[in-house]
Structure formats: C-alpha cells, structure tokens
C-alpha cells in the first residue's frame, strides 16, 4: 500500500489551526522532549505525574482557558460525557509547558508558509517530521477525540500513512481497523473484518477488538459472534450496554435466549449513571419488543440469507469511525 504526500497540505491546513497541533497520549515520564506516543509500543500512562487537569476538548484549546489554569503540569482531555463506544486507546494525557510550546510551533510553522519565508514543500515536510516524531497514530487519535469521535479527512490520511509503512503493529492495526481505509470502498467493510480478525489472534483478551469483531460477524455468522460479544463484556461489563449478546441470539432466531440478554443489557444502560446510555436502553427496549413478539418474518429471513444484521446493524450508539 502506497500513499502520496502531494495532499498533505491541504489536508493540514484545514485541520491544524482547529485544535493547535499534532501530539499523542502521554505514556511515560517527560525529561527533556516530551515522548507523547509510540506507534511501536503499548505503554501505559506514567503511575506518577504532577498535578493534572481534566479538560474538555474545548478547554483543551481554549488559550485564555489555559492560562487560568495554576499549578497544573498535564492536561487531560476529558471522557466524562462521551457518547458511544470507549475509545480503544489510553486517555490523551499531556505536559502543558510542552503544549504550550509546541502550539508556538506550529503557529510559526503557518505564519512563515503565509509570509512566503518557506515553500509549500518546506512546510509540509516539517509539518510531517513533527508528526511523525511524536506519532501519526497519536496525532490522529487526538484529533478524533478534538472532534468528538469524529474521523476527519486528515486522521483517515495519517492513519493510513502509519498502515502502509507497518502493517503488522497492533496499535497501527487497531487505528486502521477505527479510523483507516476509504469509507466509500465496498471492499473495505470485508478488510476491516479480517484486520480485526487479525488484531484478535495478536491479542485475544482485548474488550473493544471482542466487541467490534461481534458486529463484523453478527449478520453471517452470529454463532461466532456470540462468544466474542459474550467474552467482551466478561471482560469489561461497559460492553454488556451495548446489547449484542442479545442482537446474536436473535440473529439467531433463539428468541427467548434474545430477550433474556436485552434485559440484561437494559438493566445495565438503565443503572449507569451517563445520560448519554438513554438512547441506548430505549433501543434495547425495542429490541426486546421484538424478541416477545417472536417477530419472524420473511424479510428477516431473507436478510439472514444475505449475512446481514436483522436488528441494530449499527447500534444506537455508533462506533468510532
């Protein structure tokens, strides 16, 4: 897989100047250069840091927001109010001297590009020697969470870039598998099946990978699906929400089994304390609807013979990309 960088700029320029720059999740005591993120290692944030402080993405942009901010060393982007599925990666920490410096940077970076003082060619380089210093995964991984879970044109980009130079690195793959591809390719749905296939046989106990590889395999083969949905949530009750244990059994035609799950993930969206999980148990308490009423009909039978999902194709809450 190639990728041409002729794009980069464009792509960047419109990205950048919305959340100030390109960093990662801090993963382990900063000295001298803060090293946010490495795309060859699953590292864990630092166990001991200074004081840090949980912003919003837009605290976390916010100029005059930060300079209030005393005695902070880490900034955090908050995951208090996050609609949807966890993010499959460690939270977004970084040191705020570092940031602060870092948005300087880049400012300098498109100030001297408008100013004609360095080429289009000359920018574009430095702007991907810096995301590549701290990690094109880490910088499209803050820009997700920037945008609210949404995947811009530039993280698709930057992913991608990180997939065809390692193809084989679990942390590359996972982004892939959430944030890479073309969207608008309808082979892509059947890539991004394999790939996390791929990311299960390298690590059977990850929840997220568990939970997405039910959904790939919940319309063709819900049998399969059932024990990776099933194991998803013994490993992390979070996953029981979601009600794909109970989408599988239906899938399946067990309706009675269907309806025992449902009310299980119900009673779970129900006692959590988010306000984002409603819609999550209204559409599981349709789906258990469903499941009294045996609804068996020839639509549904058609849509199992073609391996396609009967109820909740996409969830009420969507996945990451």
Same mark, same amino acid.
């Given at each position: ?6 794009? !980069? ?12 720059? +390109? ?14 993120? &490495? ?15 949980? !912003? ?20 955090? @982007?908050?995951?208090?109010? /996050? ?5 499959? =990666?460690?939270?977004?920490? /970084?040191?705020?001297? =570092? ?18 003082? @360095? ?22 991984? *803050? ?12 993280? $698709?980009?930057? /992913? ?8 084989? &690195?679990?942390? @590359?793959?996972?982004? =892939? ?14 890539? $991004? ?22 959904? +790939? *395999?919940?319309? +063709?083969?819900?049998?399969?699906? !059932? ?7 013994? !490993? ?7 009600? /794909? ?30 306000? +984002?999980?409603?819609?999550?148990? $209204?559409?599981?308490?349709? =789906? ?9 009909? &020839? *639509? ?13 194709? &996409?969830?009420?809450?969507? *996945? $990451?990309?």
């Amino acid at each position: 897989m190639k990728l041409c960088i002729k794009n !980069l700029t464009f792509l960047l320029i419109f990205s950048i100047p919305i959340f100030g720059g +390109c960093l990662g999740y801090g993963q382990k005591t900063i000295t001298d250069k803060p090293i946010i993120s &490495d795309e060859k290692q699953n590292k864990t944030n630092p166990k001991q840091r200074g004081k840090t402080a949980k !912003l919003s993405p837009e605290q976390f942009t916010d100029l005059e927001y930060r300079a209030t901010l005393k005695g902070v060393e880490y900034i955090e @982007i908050s995951r208090e109010d /996050v609609v949807g599925v966890p993010y499959p =990666w460690n939270p977004i920490v /970084v040191p705020l001297e =570092w940031w602060e410096k870092h948005v300087e940077k880049l400012d300098e970076l498109r100030i001297a590009r408008r100013q004609k003082t @360095i080429t289009d060619e000359e920018y574009e380089a430095k702007i991907l020697q810096i995301l590549r210093e701290y990690g094109l995964v880490a910088y499209a991984q *803050l820009g997700i969470e920037l945008n609210g879970g949404s995947v811009r044109r530039t993280d $698709r980009y930057l /992913v991608n870039l990180a997939y065809a130079e390692d193809p084989d &690195d679990f942390n @590359i793959l996972l982004m =892939w598998v959430v944030a890479g591809g073309d969207s608008y390719d309808p082979t892509y749905g059947i890539e $991004r099946t394999a790939a996390t296939r791929r990311l299960y046989e390298m690590n059977p106990d990850h929840p997220w990978v568990l939970h997405y590889l039910a959904k +790939c *395999l919940l319309g +063709c083969n819900p049998q399969e699906a !059932l024990g990776y949905a099933q194991k998803a949530q013994e !490993l992390d009750p979070i996953y029981l929400l979601y009600g /794909v244990e109970g989408l599988c059994y239906f899938q399946m035609g067990d309706f009675d089994k269907a309806l025992e799950a449902f009310k299980r993930s119900q009673k779970a969206a129900v006692a959590t304390s988010n306000l +984002c999980i409603a819609c999550i148990a $209204r559409a599981i308490s349709e =789906w258990k609807g469903k499941a009294i009423s045996r609804v068996n009909s &020839d *639509l549904f039978d058609s849509y199992r013979k073609a391996g396609k999902p009967i109820l909740g194709p &996409d969830l009420p809450m969507p *996945l $990451r990309h």
